[in-house]
């Protein structure tokens, strides 16, 4: 791209929450702190279903230029004709009305994680998405970190060898001393009615490991999808909070494990000396990451034959110092959703949404067959613009 002016993408965010707030911090950092000169990000728009004071307070604590606008609800921020993409950013009960409202207003989006609740609600907005011939990619940031790219390409390029398991584990250690989790039962992380436990929140980035080897690298005429056994320990409120899965691809002779849990933490610590959460296991050697599976921090390559030099490659998310010494890592996912939209691209070679939707029918089957079940108005896949989860009545 050289000296050219880089594109700049415009963002309308969706809801004024915990990650919203981190998402739009990565936003406003300079990109070049990352060694990025071809595109750049400028937030548009804010709005909040509750008040609009929440999407002013909400500008204030992230910083946003003077220049950002503020809705007091979601319909009024997809019908802005300045906003090139909306980032939903509200919990994964409302993703599928959300990002319907925002494609039926013709706006590209980025949504968070989990995509939906049930399988046939991303079938449905993937369909939506390209009829109208929009972008549309699941917010799985982890998949765009360098970190990622890198372990991707060495098990490419076959230096462990041929990869036949992928163990992978996301828990976090939320429990009481009395026994119950850390959360109010109303809370998203727990409740049914926003789609709560372990699974749809922490369990994706157990299975993003698993699928970004042993899916994503399969070649596209050989993709073969996985068989899927579980097993779930539910929460007093119906949520799961431990929850096992295999993902068998038995024409692969290979298999994922993935683990989730709010009971216990992934390991005494995010080091090799816990144990790293994620191994990528070959024939000729083994990859182990470490850091929390969503936010890895280092790698390294063993080799089986006990040769070469073992050294951890330690991968720092890079911090702008004029915006607080900020950088969360949420930033590459955005700089993908800028050169898609740059490039005319409806969605990402690196999370295409035929994989979204295979991540939606495992995390699905588990749940199944952990008897998890969701109501109704958040499973439907018929949309309504007047729903709740999209005009904010609580
Ligand atoms: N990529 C990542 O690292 C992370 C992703 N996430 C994902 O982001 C999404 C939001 O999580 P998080 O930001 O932690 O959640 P929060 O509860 O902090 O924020 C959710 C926001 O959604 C809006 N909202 C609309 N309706 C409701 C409702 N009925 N109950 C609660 N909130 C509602 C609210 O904004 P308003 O009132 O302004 O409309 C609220 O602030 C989830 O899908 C989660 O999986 C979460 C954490 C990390
Ligand atoms: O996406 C996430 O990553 C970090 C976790 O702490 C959070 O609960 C989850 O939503």
Known sequence: MGSKTPFTLKWGIMATGHIA???????????????????????????SSSSVQKA????????????TKVYGSYAELVADGEIDIVYIATPHSHHF???????????????????????SQARKLVETARTKQLFLMEAVWTRFFPL???????????????????????????????????????????????????????????????????????SDEKKEPPNVVAAINKYHTGADEMTSFILQFAKHKSMGIGMTALRIGSGVDYDFTGGPPIKIQGS?????????????????????DGGGHIETVHCPIPKDQNRDNWGHGMYWEADECARCLRDGKLESDTLPLEESIVVMEVMESTLRQGGVEYPQPITTDIYDRLSSLNTGRR
């Open 56 to 67: 002013v307070d909400f500008c204030a604590k992230v910083n946003a230029s003077t220049k």
């Open 148 to 218: 990622s790219i890198k372990v991707r390409e060495l098990v490419a390029s076959g230096v462990i060898g041929a990869v036949y398991r992928v163990i992978a584990d996301n828990s976090l250690n939320r429990v009481l001393p009395e026994g119950d989790l850390d959360f109010q039962d109303s809370h998203r992380m727990v409740n049914l009615d926003l789609a709560g436990g372990a699974m749809l929140d922490l369990g994706i980035y157990s299975l993003t490991w698993l699928m970004q080897i042993l899916y994503h690298l399969q």
């Open 97 to 119: 009305q959300n990002a319907m409202l925002a494609l039926e207003a013709g706006k590209p989006i980025l949504c968070e994680k989990a995509f939906t609740v049930t399988s």
């Open 21 to 47: 707030k981190n998402f739009v911090k990565d936003l406003l950092t300079d990109p070049a702190i990352r060694d990025v000169h071809d595109v750049c990000h400028e937030v548009v728009a804010v709005a």
């Open 284 to 304: 000729a050697g083994e990859i182990q990451v470490m850091g929390p599976a969503f936010k890895p921090s280092a790698y390294r390559v063993i080799m089986k």
